[in-house]
């Protein structure tokens, strides 16, 4: 039997019913004042890194040094220290430094809004540059990780191999409006619903119309 792709708006709204009951993911709580060099430096931090880890972490550093001059006035061990346990902090750390000297440098101390600048800092990738442009400029982007790459793919909005290719794919087909939203949305809903192995399928308000693409088991 062919599976149908859920469409957006009405499979958007349900998931923003769904995860009222979560709290902001820690992106969404840094990301508050729109400083976008907060934002940079947050997002660096997050990876690989739970966000209960993430929050503190960016906030002791930012107590510390909350633009490029300060970061780059501390010594990379204090900022290891600063954002330990964050996954491979000290890797971080040394690009923390790294990029608040570019920006001194090269962007006179400011987060560039534009997607191509941003990949071209050190230790950015597609994702972090995304939540740059979304969360500190407003600017249209989509944010790819692995839940929305998952869960795009598991409700037929996507066929693709790669975060990379979902984005494009996301571009291509999801309205402009859901842009900035979707990454927020999906990442609360596939940390508590429409997680990786074993999906709550009988919480979740799309159980009946979901395709349930590449989901083997359920609960």
């Known amino acids: 039997m062919k599976t149908r792709a859920l469409p957006f708006g009405a499979a958007i709204r349900k998931i923003q019913h769904a995860i009222a009951p979560f709290r902001m993911t820690a992106l969404s709580i840094v990301a508050g004042d729109k400083d976008p060099f907060r934002i940079l430096i947050s997002c660096l931090i997050s990876l690989r890194t739970k966000d209960e880890v993430t929050g503190p972490a960016s906030a002791r550093l930012f107590q510390a040094a909350d633009t490029p001059e300060k970061m780059l006035a501390l010594p990379a061990r204090r900022i290891e220290k600063l954002i330990f346990p964050a996954g491979f902090y000290r890797t971080k750390a040394k690009a923390i ?73 996301l571009r ?48």
């Open 97 to 169: 430094r790294e990029i608040s000297k570019t920006l001194i440098e090269k962007h006179a101390s400011r987060v560039p809004d534009a997607l191509d600048e941003l990949l071209q800092l050190k230790g950015v990738g597609r994702k972090t540059a995304n939540l740059v442009i979304t969360m500190a400029y407003n600017k249209p982007g989509i944010c790819v990780d692995t839940h929305v790459h998952r869960i795009s793919n598991r409700l037929g909005w996507a066929k693709t191999q790669t975060p990379e290719q979902t984005e494009t794919a």
């Open 172 to 219: 291509n087909s999801l309205p402009k409006k859901y842009w900035i939203a979707i990454n927020d949305l999906l990442v609360t809903f596939g940390q508590n619903i429409c997680q990786p192995v074993s999906p709550w399928c009988s919480k979740c308000p799309l159980d009946r119309a979901c395709p349930k693409i590449g989901v083997l088991h359920k609960r």
